[in-house]
């Protein structure tokens, strides 16, 4: 009878190992990322311009609204990248589709639209018009 619990425990212990490794071999998240490029007209990296990523209003929104509205800063090379990694969730299916607007003052203005595929780099390009 001791030697049957003492095959059982291994055979426990042997499953809780295989276990534990499989979780921790789980997938792990990739970053979702929105870099929106900003140039002006003759394609020139545009540095400092304001870019503001936000969702249009949807009237069939049957998961609710996205509560996304974030606003960055382009750097030197002209690129707001806007991290969402922590805004996705593993075995979400879609991310969303975002409005870009970018301006710089009151005089120069460009708009486009970004969809966010989760897990991957996402770029578009703006340029910046008077």
């Known amino acids: 009878m001791n030697k049957i619990f003492a095959k059982l425990g291994i055979v ?3 499953a809780g190992i295989v276990g534990i490794a499989s979780f921790s071999s789980c997938k792990k998240e990739s970053p979702t990322i929105a870099k929106i490029r900003v140039l002006d007209t003759s394609g020139t ?3 400092n311009a304001m870019v503001r990523l936000y969702p249009t ?3 069939n929104n049957s998961h609710g609204p996205i509560i996304i509205d974030d606003t ?3 750097d030197s090379d002209g690129y707001a990248t806007f991290d969402y990694t922590e805004h996705f969730n593993l075995g979400q299916a879609g991310f969303a ?3 870009i607007e970018a301006r710089s003052g009151d005089s120069l203005y ?5 969809k966010i595929v989760e897990e991957e780099v996402n770029e578009e390009t703006v340029i910046l018009q008077p």
């Open 57 to 59: 209003p949807s009237t």
């Open 45 to 47: 990296p545009f540095a």
């Open 72 to 74: 960055l800063y382009s």
């Open 110 to 114: 460009g708009q486009g639209i970004i």
């Open 97 to 99: 589709v975002l409005d």
């Open 12 to 14: 426990v212990m042997v």
